[in-house]
C-alpha cells in the first residue's frame, strides 16, 4: 500500500520505491531504502511530515504515493 494511506503515529516498513529513476534516486538521498522503518507523524492537506532515520521530512502526496509500505 503506499505510504498516503498509512495512519499518523503509525510505522511502517518501506517495501518498494516506485516512480522514475530521478525520484527514487531523490527518496533514497533522503533515506527511504528498502526495509527501513518510516512513522507518518502528520498530514496536512495530502501532504506528510514522516520519521525516517531519525529525521523528520515533508514531502508531497505524489511522492507518498511512490513509497510502498
Known amino acids: 500500500m503506499p505510504l498516503t494511506?498509512?495512519?499518523p503515529?503509525?510505522?511502517r516498513t518501506v517495501?518498494?520505491?516506485g516512480g522514475p529513476e530521478d525520484l527514487?534516486?531523490?527518496l533514497l538521498a533522503m533515506g527511504f531504502t528498502v526495509g527501513s522503518e518510516v512513522r507518518v507523524v502528520s498530514q496536512l492537506?495530502?501532504?506528510l511530515i514522516v520519521?525516517?532515520?531519525d529525521s523528520r521530512l515533508a514531502i508531497s502526496r505524489?511522492?507518498?504515493n511512490k513509497i510502498l509500505v
Open 5 to 7: 494511506l498509512a495512519r
Open 9 to 11: 503515529g503509525e510505522g
Open 15 to 17: 517495501r518498494k520505491l
Open 24 to 26: 527514487k534516486n531523490r
Open 45 to 47: 492537506a495530502g501532504n
Open 51 to 53: 520519521m525516517v532515520k
Open 62 to 64: 505524489e511522492m507518498a
